[in-house]
């Protein structure tokens, strides 16, 4: 027989190991069954048990074809939806039954048995799509991330599948304006206290809320409606149930054998050192990204990945390096136009370069820097913000040296952190100015933009793993005038090319007022080939009648946000006229304009390089006529 690719996969160069490994659905000699393949090296003996052979371990014996631990059966009784085991013979002299590592269905919430399914069946409607897609780098990105189980709910607190949660969720990410939505891990998990960051099955989307067919339904609704899917994946570790990878064939067949074992969080660490494990975990991107045709891939603990233990002091692990240069080459090869994503809070350099410029090769980087400084700074008295004045200028130094994500996670929002409203100084009315200011200087920002589910609403818990987001918020006018603004400001974002084309270009961005500590107050402008928006934010309770602000180009700015309009919940002291410049400018620019700044106010100033038709004034001056709550 030929097994080349079982010699790829043992030098770490099988991106498409599922084709070959687990459980598929096959016709031998007139005979429909499924063909079943393993990895075990150390294996004393390897035997498939099942519904189809009443578990019996003698009846399902497996070859062993390879010296290296490949082994087959073909069994033709076997039929989708039946339950199976591999029973392994370890070297350490124990029997256990283990879960297919590489199975396409398992038992719902960490029950132990893979389950049979035809994965060819699995058909995605989304041409069109798939046709226009790329990475995005000069698009405007607003991910909305989602966890399944706890963003909405049925009236009897019942979950929704895949399927039917799509039907709610795509109105309101289209009402919104969000162009991605990002899930929480779906890889089949054990613990739900976990939100599937442990994981068991890394080709198995998981039971919870259906099978691979009901995914594909979800993913296939969302292209239609031309929204991006971007799935949180885990390479760093897996959960240590004794049915899953762990000690797999009695030896340390995807773990470390040493100190490294171990993750901080009890779990098992993939060694990424071994070529199998390469293989093994680059299939499942490519798995995702040739059968779900999900659009983007965002890493977890990229410093864990990058240095041992995620602890710098104990140096780079280039073993695991070199693994995620090579799986991102290989994503970048066979899956066109999908985004790989870092979640990396370390300093290593160069997470966004290409190979040639001893870069990891992925294309985003979620700046935690950045939120970790905005958030302390948002925080703060006011009184004493003068003396941290760097925490907001501080991004734009290094801004240019990755291509940046900007985050406010589900792990901002979790832990006893409180929710990001909750993290605003001051009492209710300053909590809620402030909020408004925050997403305003979010959006102004150069780069992608993320919020975690429930941040539109300004609510005031954290976020719980076992209840849905509080929708029920907006029935108060400040919660509701929050969920308005993050409606405008995706809005904003994607219809003025200004606040995304060419935001990697340090051209595009100039500093109008970085130093103004004494004030709080901060300006700058973007700009692209038509269109010059001017960022005005105040960062203290005091009230500007007449501010004059430098801009960089003579004639008129009309004013398309400013966060104290009353139907955000401020108290309306916004400039209701288009702004003309006048020839005498400040800092450091030929002209200025005089504002009201409002309390805490951030303002967007647009001034059109072409002929702008005067009857075209943003949808935002419009009033809103409801509160976009997703039906049931």
């Given at each position: 027989m030929d097994t080349t690719f079982f010699d790829n996969y043992l030098h770490g160069h099988l991106p498409d190991a599922y084709?070959?490994?687990?459980?598929?659905?096959?016709?031998?000699?007139?005979?429909e069954g499924f063909f079943f393949r393993v990895y075990a090296p150390m294996a004393k003996s390897v035997s498939l048990i099942g519904d189809f052979n009443n578990w019996d371990a003698l009846k399902g014996r497996m070859s062993k074809v390879h010296y290296l631990g490949l082994y087959e059966i073909f069994v033709p009784q076997a039929k989708v939806g039946q339950k199976y085991k591999f029973h392994i013979?370890?070297?350490?002299?124990?029997f256990k039954d283990k879960m297919d590592p590489f199975a396409f269905m398992d038992e719902n919430n960490g029950q132990s048995c893979s389950i049979l399914f035809d994965i060819d069946s699995v058909q995605i409607n989304d041409e069109e799509f798939l046709k226009k897609r790329d990475r995005n780098f000069d698009k405007p990105v607003s991910i909305y991330e989602f966890h399944f189980g706890t963003w909405k709910r049925r009236e009897d607190g019942s979950q929704y599948s895949y399927s039917e949660i799509a039907d709610v969720l795509i109105p309101y990410l289209k009402e919104m304006g969000f162009t991605h939505v990002e899930f929480l891990p779906i890889l089949a998990y054990p613990n739900d206290k976990s939100w599937g960051y442990q994981a068991l099955g890394f080709f198995s989307v998981d039971s919870r809320w259906g099978n691979p067919n009901d995914f594909a339904t979800f993913v296939?609704?969302?292209?239609?409606?031309?929204?991006g899917i971007i799935m949180d994946f885990v390479p760093v570790h897996f959960a240590v149930d004794s049915f899953g990878l762990e000690k797999f064939d009695g030896s340390c067949v995807y773990e470390y054998s040493n100190e490294h074992e171990f993750t901080e969080w009890g779990t098992k660490s993939f060694d990424l050192g071994k070529d199998t494990v390469r293989s093994f975990l680059t299939s499942a991107i490519i798995y995702f990204g040739k059968v779900f045709h999900l659009d983007g891939f965002r890493f977890d603990a990229v410093s864990n990945i990058i240095y041992w233990d995620g602890d710098s002091s104990k140096g780079v692990n280039t073993g695991a390096v070199e693994f995620i240069k090579r799986l991102n080459g290989y994503a970048h090869a066979l899956l066109p136009g999908v985004m790989m994503i870092a979640e990396d809070s370390s300093a290593y350099g160069h997470v966004t370069k290409g190979m040639f410029q001893e870069g990891l090769g992925f294309d985003y980087k979620w700046d935690l820097g950045w939120m970790n400084d905005t958030l302390k700074y948002y925080s703060k008295d006011p009184v004493y913000k003068k003396y941290c004045h760097n925490q907001i200028t501080f991004s734009m130094a290094y801004f240019y040296s990755e291509?940046?994500?900007?985050?406010?996670?589900?792990?901002?929002?979790?832990?006893?952190?409180?929710?990001?409203?909750?993290?605003m100084w001051g009492n209710y009315d300053n909590k809620f100015a402030l909020v408004r200011n925050l997403y305003a200087y979010q959006f102004a920002h150069p780069g992608?933009?993320?919020?975690?589910?429930?941040n539109e609403l300004a609510t005031f818990d954290e976020?719980?793993?076992f209840e849905p987001i509080a929708f029920n918020v907006l029935d108060y006018p400040k919660h509701s005038g929050v969920q308005l603004l993050f409606k405008d400001l995706n809005h904003l974002y994607s219809s003025h090319p200004a606040m995304y084309e060419k935001e990697y270009d340090p051209s595009k961005f100039s500093w109008i007022m970085a130093d103004n500590a004494g004030q709080s107050v901060y300006a700058f402008y973007r700009e692209s080939d038509s269109e010059c928006i001017v960022f005005i934010f105040n960062m203290t309770p005091n009230f500007y009648w007449d501010y004059d602000i430098g801009v960089p180009y003579e004639g008129i700015y009309d004013e398309i946000l400013n966060t104290d309009?009353?139907?955000y919940g401020g108290w309306n002291q916004f400039n209701k006229e288009p702004l003309?410049?006048?020839?005498?400018?400040c800092h450091n620019q030929k002209y200025k304009v005089t504002v009201k700044l409002p309390s805490f106010g951030g303002i967007y100033l647009c001034h059109k390089k072409v002929n702008l038709n005067r009857d075209e004034l943003p949808y935002l001056a419009k009033e809103p006529d409801k509160l976009y709550i997703p039906k049931v």
């Open positions: 084709k070959y490994f687990g459980a598929h659905k096959v016709n031998r000699n007139g005979k013979e370890g070297c350490d002299g124990f296939e609704k969302l292209h239609q409606a031309n929204i291509n940046f994500v900007l985050p406010f996670s589900h792990d901002e929002v979790v832990h006893m952190k409180g929710s990001v409203l909750n993290k992608k933009k993320l919020n975690f589910m429930g976020w719980k793993e309009n009353g139907k003309k410049t006048s020839g005498a400018g």
